[in-house]
C-alpha cells in the first residue's frame, strides 16, 4: 500500500481550490494541432502529452512537436503522481518503432522526444524496442536530433547500455522528487538507483537531463540537495515544474509553488554549475527540449 504523508487540513482544503492564474493555460487549437491529432490518431500512437494530462499539450502540438510514448501506455509501477494507467501490459507492438518513424518524418519533427511506460516484466525492459525507435527514427529522419526519457531498467545497466549505445543527442531520466519523499512519490523506484544511472549515462558520453516536481510537500533545503546531488552524479540539465494532481486518488498538492520562487530555483541551479535550467511552473520534462541539445 502506498503511504500518502501526513499533512494538516488546512493543506489538504488548500488542493481543492482553483488553481492559481498562473497555471492556466489555452486549449488546444489550431491547424497545427488538428495535424497532429490526426497523425497520433492514424498511426495508433501513444503520447505522454495526453497519458499525463500534460498542460502544454496545446503549445506543443500546435508547434508541431510532440513527446512520443512507446512500449504501450499501460505501466507496470504505481507512483503515486502519475496520470498513466498502471497494470499488467499487453505484449509490445514489434511494428511501433516503425510507426513512431513515419510520424515523426510527416511531422517534419527537428527534435524527437521518446519516453516510455515501465516494462519491468520483460527481461529487457522494452531496450530492444527502444534502441530500435532511435534506429528507425535515425533512418527516417537523419536530421533529426534525439532525446530519450528513459525508465531506470531495475538498475540491470546491460538494458541501459542497448538503448544509450545508439547515441541519442540527450539521455533523461527524470528523479521526480526529493529524497524523502520517494516511499510516498515512486515506492517501485530507488533514490540512489536513478542517481547511479545518471552516472553510468554520463560516462558513457551522453548529455544527461533529470527533472523534478515541486508541490509534493518538499522544502527548499531538499530541492537545493537533490540539485547537488545530480551534479554530483554527471547531470547536465535540470527542469523544475509545478505537480498537478491529476485525479483525487493520486498524491495530493501540498503547495502550489509561486513562479517567483520557481525563478529562484532557476538561479540557485545556474550558479551551481548546471548547462540549462528549465524551472516554472509549467515546465515538464520534454518542454522545450530542442534547447537542451
Known amino acids: 500500500?502506498?503511504?500518502?504523508?501526513?499533512?494538516?487540513?488546512?493543506?489538504?482544503?488548500?488542493?481543492?481550490?482553483?488553481?492559481?492564474?498562473?497555471?492556466?493555460v489555452k486549449l488546444p487549437i489550431g491547424e497545427n494541432y488538428k495535424k497532429v491529432r490526426s497523425l497520433v490518431d492514424e498511426y495508433k500512437l501513444h503520447t505522454i502529452c495526453e497519458s499525463g494530462n500534460c498542460p502544454?499539450?496545446?503549445?506543443?502540438?500546435?508547434?508541431?512537436?510532440?513527446?512520443?510514448?512507446?512500449?504501450?501506455?499501460?505501466?507496470?509501477?504505481?507512483?503515486?503522481?502519475?496520470?498513466?494507467?498502471?497494470?499488467?501490459?499487453?505484449?509490445?507492438?514489434?511494428?511501433?518503432?516503425?510507426?513512431?518513424?513515419?510520424?515523426?518524418?510527416?511531422?517534419?519533427?527537428?527534435?524527437?522526444?521518446?519516453?516510455?511506460?515501465?516494462?519491468?516484466?520483460?527481461?529487457?525492459?522494452?531496450?530492444?524496442?527502444?534502441?530500435e525507435t532511435i534506429r528507425q527514427v535515425r533512418q527516417l529522419s537523419p536530421n533529426t536530433t534525439i532525446e530519450t526519457l528513459i525508465p531506470d531498467f531495475k538498475a540491470k545497466w546491460q538494458n541501459l547500455y542497448t538503448v544509450i549505445s545508439e547515441i541519442p543527442e540527450v539521455v533523461s531520466h527524470n528523479m521526480e522528487t526529493v529524497k524523502r519523499l520517494y516511499r510516498s512519490v515512486r515506492p517501485q523506484a530507488k533514490y540512489k538507483r536513478s542517481l547511479e544511472q545518471i552516472r553510468l549515462t554520463k560516462e558513457y558520453g551522453c548529455r544527461t537531463k533529470s527533472g523534478i516536481m515541486l508541490g509534493l510537500g518538499e522544502t527548499r533545503d531538499e530541492v537545493v540537495e537533490i540539485m547537488n546531488d545530480l551534479l554530483e552524479y554527471g547531470c547536465d540539465v535540470i527542469t523544475l515544474g509545478q505537480y498537478l494532481q491529476p485525479t483525487k486518488h493520486h498524491h495530493p498538492v501540498i503547495e502550489f509553488v509561486h513562479p517567483d520562487k520557481f525563478a529562484e530555483y532557476k538561479e540557485i541551479g545556474e550558479k551551481l554549475g548546471f548547462d540549462f535550467v528549465e524551472s516554472g511552473p509549467l515546465v515538464r520534462s520534454s518542454y522545450h527540449a530542442e534547447k537542451h541539445i
Not at 502544454?56 to 503515486?80: K, Y
Not at 518503432?97 to 527481461?123: F, G, I, Y
Request: charged letters at 25%; a neutral charge.
Open 56 to 131: 502544454n499539450m496545446g503549445e506543443c502540438w500546435g508547434a508541431g512537436t510532440a513527446t512520443f510514448m512507446i512500449l504501450g501506455n499501460v505501466c507496470t509501477r504505481s507512483c503515486s503522481f502519475c496520470a498513466v494507467v498502471t497494470g499488467r501490459p499487453p505484449e509490445y507492438d514489434e511494428d511501433e518503432p516503425r510507426r513512431v518513424a513515419e510520424a515523426v518524418s510527416l511531422m517534419q519533427v527537428k527534435h524527437c522526444v521518446l519516453t516510455s511506460v515501465n516494462r519491468d516484466e520483460l527481461k529487457d525492459g522494452g531496450a530492444f524496442i527502444w534502441a
Open 1 to 24: 500500500m502506498i503511504e500518502l504523508p501526513v499533512v494538516n487540513k488546512s493543506s489538504l482544503d488548500a488542493t481543492k481550490k482553483r488553481k492559481p492564474d498562473w497555471l492556466r
